[in-house]
């Protein structure tokens, strides 16, 4: 009998190594001391000075007609010819130097350390306490983008494409928003609708390539926020690698409050899990200590009734074995709002792992979906065996593996041949995915030597044979007349 679980809070991963750590000064009338007379320094000046800084700028040179032109229309920038002292550190917020030798980079550091003032050392990453990455300047909107010096190459591709990919009236957009905030805290809407407001905000602003944000905007906005009842979401999670996971999943989970989680649904997709919310595992494996779906839809629904937005995370897609509708019934008997968001099946990602196409007109027409354990986790009744041995279908069987040996033994009954190619995919999409491709006949031996701790699903059809990885386990199997085994 299976043993069962209660549902019980899990956690995000502990927050990973940062080789620096992004912050976003503000130094408007802050004093800012920039050393050096090339473009670099230049370059750094004109930069520190766009934030209302007032930069002491000392050049040690002359000053030139080079100097005049970039500097004559920044009032907040005095050009001194004289090269830097300690003493000029002093009071100041942050100092930058172009420095001519190691020893003058030294020397700028240690008048900085006296002043306790932070430095940056240019082209010095190694001397530096804080450093300048790539930015996208759409302020208030501002990114800053940071390699650790590994490549600033990267950083600068990476910051073109934002620059494509952000709204030119973005700051626009942002700027009315500063406007808003005020109404919006003195507003009667609940906590939670107050932040649905602005996720409905955020997303119009990101779509606004054209539209320019106005006044009347606010109150249509306000139109389209919910009202404060609680709602349930059914998210597909995908098969398991993070990259599967689709725009409206990621959305639901970075406004949720509560979430839902399947066993099978890897830590990377819990991370995107908006840190506020509260995770909780109630993981249903077969043959295994299972938490009830009972005590799942009860949890479900008492978050639901607190007026929360509640995410019901399940590995691959919702629809697809996932007991989608009694929770689906249960919500809609209590009158809870539920959405369904759909996501890649462990099927599609199985047969993208492989690099074979599901359908093929050579070899199949067809696609099924079949689970292995029934209510009662016995192989279900009903299955039609004659339609599995159709030389062109392809099978997906979905939790086989405490009935493959009846559910194999009905197959070659039905008439399909023994050497029809299957393959077991253990921990399909992720990192240590794992292929043992075979033939049918073959398959009861497989899952007896392999140790059960991992998802698995198995297919069965002829499609396999456009996978490479097939006839290098076909050739494998014929010399050691041994279940191949490949790794991928």
């Not at 019980?8 to 940062?18: A, N, R, T, V, Y």
């Not at 019901?312 to 249960?330: C, Q, S, W």
């Not at 199949?364 to 079949?370: A, E, G, N, R, T």
């Amino acid at each position: 009998m299976t043993q069962i679980r209660i549902p019980k809070p899990i956690s995000h991963q502990k927050m990973q190594d940062l080789a620096n750590l992004p912050l976003f000064h503000k130094l408007n009338n802050r004093r800012i001391i920039v050393a050096g007379h090339e473009v670099g320094a230049m370059w750094k000046a004109e930069l520190l000075a766009a934030t209302g800084a007032h930069i002491d700028l000392f050049l040690g040179i002359p000053i030139n007609q080079e100097h005049k032109r970039v500097f004559d229309k920044i009032e907040n920038v005095i050009l001194h010819e004289r090269r830097w002292h300690k003493d000029d550190l002093k009071n100041s917020a942050l100092a930058v130097c172009q420095s001519i030798s190691n020893e003058d980079a030294i020397a700028f550091i240690t008048a900085a350390r006296e002043n306790s003032v932070l430095v940056n050392i240019i082209d010095k990453p190694e001397y530096c306490d804080f450093t300048f990455g790539a930015i996208v300047n759409r302020s208030p909107l501002v990114i800053g983008i940071s390699t650790d010096g590994a490549s600033p190459a990267l950083g600068q591709e990476l910051r073109g494409r934002l620059e494509i990919m952000l709204p030119q009236k973005i700051a626009k957009w942002l700027n009315l928003a500063a406007a808003w905030r005020p109404k919006i805290k003195k507003s009667d809407l609940e906590p939670k609708q107050k932040r649905d407001f602005w996720h409905i905000f955020a997303r119009k602003a990101l779509e606004a390539n054209i539209q320019e944000p106005n006044d009347e905007l606010f109150e249509s906005l306000l139109m389209q926020t919910p009202s404060n009842e609680g709602n349930v979401s059914l998210v597909g999670a995908g098969p398991g690698d993070p990259e599967l996971l689709t725009i409206g999943a990621l959305r639901a989970l970075q406004s949720a409050d509560v979430v839902l989680v399947d066993d099978l649904v890897s830590q990377d997709i819990i991370d995107f899990v908006r840190r506020e919310a509260d995770i909780i595992s109630v993981g249903k494996r077969g043959h295994k200590p299972s938490n009830s779906q009972d005590s799942i839809i009860k949890t479900m629904i008492d978050h639901a009734k607190a007026g929360k937005n509640v995410v019901r995370l399940k590995g691959g897609d919702v629809l697809v074995f996932g007991r989608a509708t009694e929770e689906i019934k249960a919500c809609e008997a209590q009158g809870i709002p539920i959405k369904i968001i759909p996501g890649i099946t462990t099927a599609q990602g199985v047969a993208a792992s492989l690099g074979i196409s599901m359908t093929d007109r050579e070899y199949s027409y067809k696609v099924q979906y079949i689970t292995g354990s029934g209510k009662n986790g016995s192989l279900p009744q009903g299955i039609n065996f004659d339609a599995i041995a159709d030389k062109h279908a392809t099978t997906f069987v979905y939790m086989p593996r405490h009935t493959i040996n009846v559910f194999v033994e009905k197959a070659l009954q039905s008439g399909i041949s023994r050497e029809t190619p299957a393959a077991i995919i253990i921990n399909a999409t992720r990192q240590g995915q794992k292929n043992i491709i075979t033939t049918i006949a073959q398959i009861p031996h497989c899952f007896a030597e392999i140790e059960y701790d991992r998802p698995e699903i198995l297919i069965i059809g002829d499609v396999l044979k456009n996978s490479n990885a097939y006839h290098e386990a076909m050739a494998n199997f014929k010399e050691t007349q041994k279940a191949p085994e490949l790794e991928t």
